[in-house]
Nanobody, 118 residues
Framework: VQLQASGGGLVQAGGSLRVSCAAS????????MDWYRQAPGKQRELVAG????????NYADSVKGRFTISRDNAKKTVYLQMDNLKPEDTGIYYC????????????WGQGTQVTVSS
């Protein structure tokens, strides 16, 4: 499985952006998907996660109410809709995948840069 993240860019504070992560292969529906981000000089942090079927989602407190994670298993893609963006949301956004029942990540995407200007 390869994960390809896309959709990053430069946006002003208060704006919106949607990043996507497309997977190759045939096991996407068996993968729990997460989005992480890493700001310059900071550790990578978990932003949002979604279960294999999409019925369960979770968010970091810092993005609750502003970000929405979703997935389309037919398109083998997971999305992160980011609204009301803040400068502190700036960073490289990575998607990561875990096979059902595993606690460790099996696959990582290459990251897409999101920059929010004030």
């Amino acid at each position: 499985v390869q994960l390809q993240a896309s959709g990053g860019g430069l946006v002003q504070a208060g704006g919106s952006l949607r990043v996507s992560c497309a997977a190759s292969g045939s096991i996407f529906s068996l993968l729990a998907m997460d989005w992480y981000r890493q700001a310059p000089g900071k550790q990578r942090e978990l932003v949002a996660g979604i279960s294999t079927g999409g019925s369960t989602t979770n968010y970091a407190d810092s993005v609750k109410g502003r970000f929405t994670i979703s997935r389309d298993n037919a398109k083998k893609t997971v999305y992160l809709q980011m609204d009301n963006l803040k400068p502190e949301d700036t960073g490289i956004y990575y998607c990561a995948a875990r096979l059902l029942g595993r606690n460790e990540y099996d696959f990582w995407g290459q990251g897409t840069q999101v920059t929010v200007s004030s």
